[in-house]
C-alpha cells in the first residue's frame, strides 16, 4: 500500500487548482486576439473604401472598428475624420432622391444623415421639410408660411383655344364677350362708364384679347379669383386703389460683398420706381414690396444679375537671366626670357661663344566660350475674381528711417522715425474677364532685394535693390506673356602680349592675348492666365421683356 507524500499531494492540488484558470484565461485571450484581428480588417477595409470614394462604407468600417477596439486611437480618429463626409454624402443621396419624387427614400437618407451627424443643420432642416410634405395634417396648408397660404389670385381659363372676335360695341360687352368664351366672371368698377370701341380680332389668345381691350377703351384688369376679373379705368388713382399688392423675399446667392448687392438694389429701384425696397446684407436678401407683375419682372431681373462671378488662376514666374559671354583668342607669349649655357662665363666669354640656347617657354592657345544661365526666383499662383484685387508679398520686412524728431521732455534727444517696406517678390493684380473668354489684367509686379548698407546720419540704411514693371494687358485663355527689363550691361576689353607685335591686325593673334567679357543680368516676367470659372453663358444680351405702357409694369402673359 503506497503513502502519498505531501508534496505530491500539494502538486495534485495545485494542478487541479490552476489547470481551469489557464484554461480561462486562454479562452479570454483567444477572443480578445480574435477581436483585435477583426477590428484591424475592419480599419484596413475602411482605409480601401476610402480611398475608392466610399465614403459611407468607409464610416461604417470605422465606426464597427471603434466599438469593438474603443481603446485604440486610431479609429476613432478615422471615425471621426469621416463622419462630417459621411453625413454629407447621405444629404446629397437624399436631395436626389427629393428631386426624383422618392420623398420616403429621401426622408431615410436624410435620417441616417442626422444618426451620423447629430449637428448637421442641412440634414436636419431637409428631413423637417420632407416630414411636413409626408404629414397628411398639412395637405390643406394649414400650417404654410403667410408667405405660401395668401399668394396673389391667379386666373384659370377653361378653354386656351385661340379667339376671334368682330365687334362693335360697349367695352363692357365686349369685356362680357371675352370672359363667357374664356368661361370667366366680369366685374366692373361702379365708377366705370364703358364706351363703345370696335375689336376685329383674329386667332388671338385670351391674355391678348383681354390685353388689347384693355388698350382700346382704357381700362385695367386684375383677377380677384381664379375664374373671376375686375375691370376699372387705367388711372393711376384708381391702379392705387384696385390694384393688388404683394411682398416677395429674393435671396442672392452669389453675393461677395455688400456692394454686390447695393448695385442690384440700385438696378431694380430705378428700374421699378413705385415699388418699394429692402436690402438686408446680413442674410443677402432683398424684401421687396409691389404688384405682382413687378415681382415678376424684379425676379427675372435679379435671376440676369445675381451670376457668379468669373474667377481666373494667374501663373507668374520671375527668372533671373546672367548672361557672361567670355571670348579669349590668341596665343600667350612669355614677357621674359634668360639665357644660358653650360659654365658661368663673363660677358667677354659669352661674346666669342659659338652656342647658347634661348627658353621661351609653352605658347598657349585659348578659344573660351561660355553662355547663358537662366534661375527661377519665385513662381506663385495666384487667384483671384473678376474686379476684384488680388496681393501677393513673398519676403521679408525691412525697417526704414523715415525721419527724426526732437523730444520735448527734460532730457533732450532726438527719435527716428521708421516705416517698414516690403522687399522680395510683390505682385498687384486686377483680372477683368471678358464673356469671349479673354483676360485683361492690371498688373504690379516687382523683385526687390536687399543691397549694402549704407551710414546717414549715424543711422544705418539698407540700400534695396529693386526691379518692378506695371502693365495692363489683355490675354486670351492660356496665352504666354512675357515682359522683359535689361537690369545691368557691363562690356570689358582685356589685350596682353609684347607690345608693338600685339598691335598689328592679323599679328596681334600671334603675339597677344585678345579677351572680350560681356555680362548682363535680365529679369524676366512671364504671365499666364487660366480662367477657372467662366462667365455667363449664352448670348451677352438678354432677351426683350415687354413691359406693357409707361404708366405701369404689365407684363405679357404666355399661355
Not at 72 to 87: F, G, H, K
Not at 392 to 408: H, Q
Not at 519 to 539: T, W
Request: hydrophobic share 35%; glycine share 4%; proline share 5%.
Amino acid at each position: 500500500m503506497s503513502r502519498r507524500t505531501p508534496a505530491r499531494s500539494l502538486a495534485r492540488f495545485l494542478s487541479r487548482l490552476l489547470l481551469p484558470l489557464l484554461l480561462l484565461a486562454f479562452t479570454s485571450l483567444s477572443a480578445y486576439a480574435g477581436s483585435s484581428l477583426s477590428a484591424k480588417q475592419l480599419y484596413k477595409d475602411g482605409q480601401a473604401a476610402e480611398s475608392s470614394g466610399s465614403i459611407t462604407v468607409a464610416y461604417d468600417d470605422y465606426r464597427q472598428a471603434c466599438e469593438q477596439d474603443p481603446s485604440d486611437l486610431r479609429y476613432r480618429l478615422a471615425r471621426e475624420r469621416t463622419r462630417s463626409a459621411a453625413a454629407s454624402e447621405y444629404v446629397r443621396e437624399g436631395e436626389k432622391l427629393r428631386d426624383a419624387h422618392h420623398s420616403v427614400d429621401a426622408l431615410v437618407r436624410f435620417y441616417k444623415a442626422l444618426e451620423i451627424d447629430p449637428a448637421n443643420a442641412l440634414a436636419d432642416r431637409d428631413a423637417r421639410s420632407l416630414e411636413k410634405e409626408l404629414t397628411p395634417g398639412n395637405a390643406s396648408g394649414s400650417n404654410l408660411p403667410p408667405s405660401e397660404t395668401a399668394p396673389p389670385p391667379q386666373l384659370k381659363l377653361t378653354s386656351i383655344e385661340p379667339l376671334t372676335l368682330h365687334m362693335f360695341e360697349q367695352s363692357d360687352s365686349v369685356y362680357r364677350a371675352v370672359a363667357k368664351t374664356a368661361g370667366i366672371n366680369v366685374l366692373f368698377d361702379p365708377q366705370y362708364t364703358p364706351k363703345r370701341i370696335e375689336v376685329d380680332l383674329r386667332n388671338v389668345t385670351i391674355y391678348e384679347a383681354l390685353r388689347i381691350l384693355g388698350d382700346l377703351s382704357d381700362t385695367f384688369w386684375k383677377p380677384v379669383t381664379h375664374d373671376t376679373i375686375f375691370v376699372a379705368a387705367n388711372t393711376h388713382a384708381k391702379r392705387q386703389a384696385f390694384e393688388e399688392q404683394a411682398v416677395q423675399t429674393f435671396y442672392l446667392t452669389n453675393v461677395a460683398q455688400n456692394t454686390d448687392l447695393n448695385d442690384i438694389q440700385t438696378a431694380l429701384r430705378n428700374m421699378l420706381a413705385n415699388a418699394r425696397f429692402y436690402a438686408i446684407p446680413s442674410q443677402n436678401a432683398i424684401v421687396m414690396h409691389g404688384t405682382p407683375d413687378e415681382l415678376l419682372l424684379a425676379k427675372t431681373l435679379i435671376n440676369s444679375l445675381d451670376q457668379p462671378k468669373p474667377e481666373v488662376i494667374v501663373d507668374i514666374t520671375v527668372m533671373e537671366v546672367s548672361r557672361d559671354l567670355t571670348r579669349t583668342i590668341g596665343l600667350s607669349p612669355p614677357t621674359s626670357f634668360s639665357i644660358t649655357s653650360g659654365t658661368s662665363q663673363t660677358l667677354n666669354q659669352i661674346a666669342r661663344s659659338s652656342s647658347y640656347s634661348i627658353s621661351i617657354g609653352q605658347a598657349a592657345a585659348d578659344l573660351l566660350l561660355s553662355d547663358s544661365d537662366t534661375r527661377i526666383l519665385q513662381n506663385p499662383r495666384l487667384r483671384a475674381t473678376d474686379g476684384q484685387k488680388a496681393t501677393l508679398k513673398i519676403g521679408e520686412r525691412l525697417p526704414v528711417a523715415t525721419g527724426s524728431y526732437s523730444s520735448t521732455a527734460a532730457v533732450t534727444g532726438v527719435e527716428t522715425q521708421f516705416q517698414y517696406i516690403d522687399v522680395g517678390v510683390n505682385i498687384d493684380m486686377t483680372p477683368t474677364i471678358h464673356t469671349n473668354r479673354d483676360v485683361t489684367l492690371k498688373l504690379s509686379v516687382e523683385v526687390s532685394s536687399e543691397g549694402n548698407i549704407e551710414t546717414i546720419d549715424d543711422v544705418s540704411e539698407p540700400i534695396i535693390n529693386q526691379q518692378k514693371t506695371e502693365q495692363t494687358v489683355r490675354l486670351k485663355d492660356g496665352e504666354v506673356n512675357l515682359i522683359a527689363g535689361l537690369v545691368q550691361k557691363q562690356t570689358s576689353k582685356t589685350v596682353s602680349g609684347w607690345p608693338g607685335l600685339g598691335e598689328f591686325p592679323l599679328l596681334k593673334y600671334l603675339f597677344s592675348t585678345q579677351e572680350h567679357e560681356t555680362k548682363s543680368d535680365e529679369i524676366i516676367f512671364m504671365v499666364v492666365p487660366h480662367i477657372v470659372r467662366a462667365g455667363r453663358a449664352g448670348p451677352p444680351v438678354s432677351p426683350q421683356i415687354d413691359t406693357g405702357t409707361g404708366t405701369a409694369i404689365d407684363l405679357r402673359r404666355l399661355q
